[in-house]
């Protein structure tokens, strides 16, 4: 049998005297959706940083030798109004990485990039534009796991739709394991194949019509489920 892609033991993450989460376990196998769930503050980015080692954390993380992550954050601190086009900022990466001129062909192809969008400057684009940017930006340098911390927070239902059609069909045609924080309920169950549930005292982990109950997601969101949907259709 192969190894899991990921093994986390115990994981624990504080602040100070603020604990985010702790005792944490849990594995993730080559080729699943993990969707993170759960309420605002219970730790959904924290734990996405601390996979990466980005924060310090108590516990083990153990990724496969074979893992090689991608990440598109829920936003970026950048400035978009510099006069920087899209084309110039994947360039960038792509230097620094030393990668082929036929890797960013081959992500502009996947990703619908025509070259009036390459040349486009990034202070110009949408939100949905800007977020196929970010993915882009992600997938140089050949990534077979990809963290997407809420990668459509900020875009209306319709673009929301067409990000989360494209991030699939990257995992199929690429052979991705995604691991996914999201508060669309629907794209959970549509896409995940595990579901793990994140909340003040309540850890639970499995394939969505197991964990994803009635009163499962009322203990979770601490209300019926028909009353939480996506902020921004609130």
């Known amino acids: 049998m192969k190894d899991p892609l990921l093994s986390v033991r115990n994981l624990g993450v504080a602040f100070g005297n603020r604990v985010v989460f702790q005792h944490l376990s849990f594995e993730v196998n080559f080729g699943d959706c993990l969707a993170i769930i759960g309420p605002n503050g219970a730790?959904?980015?924290?734990?996405?940083?601390?996979?990466?080692?980005?924060?310090?954390y108590e516990g083990e993380i153990k990724w496969n030798p074979?893992?090689?992550?991608?990440?598109?954050p829920q936003s970026v601190a950048a400035d978009r109004e510099l006069p920087l086009k899209v084309g110039e900022l994947l360039a960038a990466k792509a230097r620094v990485l030393h990668l082929p001129d036929q890797e960013m062909d081959q992500v502009s192809s996947e990703l619908n990039?025509?070259?009036?969008?390459?040349?486009a400057g990034i202070g110009t684009l949408s939100g949905g534009q800007f977020q196929k940017?970010?993915?882009?930006?992600a997938l140089l340098g050949r990534p077979n796991v990809l963290l997407f911390d809420e990668p459509t927070a900020s875009l209306d239902e319709l673009t929301e739709e067409r990000i989360y059609e494209l991030v699939h069909q990257l995992q199929i045609q690429r052979g991705i394991t995604l691991f996914?924080?999201?508060?669309?309920?629907s794209v959970v169950y549509r896409y995940a194949t595990q579901v793990l549930c994140l909340s003040k005292g309540m850890i639970c982990?499995?394939?969505?019509?197991e964990i994803m109950t009635p009163k499962t997601?009322?203990?979770l969101y601490g209300a019926p489920p028909k009353y939480y949907r996506h902020p921004q259709h609130l």
Do not use: C, W
């Open 217 to 219: 997601l009322e203990e």
């Open 180 to 185: 996914l924080v999201s508060h669309d309920l």
């Open 133 to 137: 940017v970010l993915i882009a930006f």
């Open 113 to 119: 990039l025509s070259p009036e969008f390459l040349n």
């Open 66 to 72: 074979e893992a090689r992550l991608g990440y598109v």
């Open 43 to 56: 730790g959904k980015t924290v734990l996405l940083k601390a996979l990466q080692h980005l924060i310090p």
């Open 205 to 209: 982990m499995g394939p969505p019509k």
